[in-house]
């Protein structure tokens, strides 16, 4: 594997424990489809919450502005797919973003507010 993905895997992992440690219940990971992949999926209650995990150098801000509308719309559109997969298409959901830099972990809850 390299460096970049395992960083990115380890990434993910602290993301994990994070959300756990806070609650949630990781329901799985690194979900794919045809339209994308979603970092982390988790129950908060009733809610599902898909995570994506961004890691910078330079801190929260930096993990936020990296997320473009065009990534936005493809993790919305996955959101979705994930949903009807489940059969869980009505049911409550957000989008969360970890982000892990030099200071530690942010997370931003609702962060992708675009359904």
């Known amino acids: 594997m390299s460096t970049r993905r395992q960083q990115g895997a380890d990434a993910e992992s602290q993301a994990a424990t994070f959300l ?8 799985t990971q690194n979900w794919q489809c045809r ?4 970092d982390i ?15 910078r150098r ?10 473009g509308p065009r990534k936005i719309a ?5 959101a979705q797919y994930f949903l009807e997969a489940q ?4 049911e ?4 969360d973003v970890i982000a892990i830099g ?11 507010e675009l359904h």
Do not use: K, M
């Open 58 to 67: 330079s801190g929260r801000a930096d993990a936020i502005q990296s997320i």
């Open 74 to 78: 493809r993790l919305v559109t996955t």
């Open 35 to 38: 339209t994308g992949e979603i």
């Open 87 to 90: 059969s869980a298409a009505d």
């Open 20 to 27: 756990q440690r806070r609650g949630l219940v990781i329901v």
């Open 41 to 55: 999926v988790a129950r908060d209650g009733a809610t599902w919450v898909f995570v994506e995990v961004r890691q």
């Open 102 to 112: 030099p200071a530690g972990i942010t997370h931003l809850v609702n962060a992708i």
């Open 92 to 95: 409550d959901w957000r989008y």
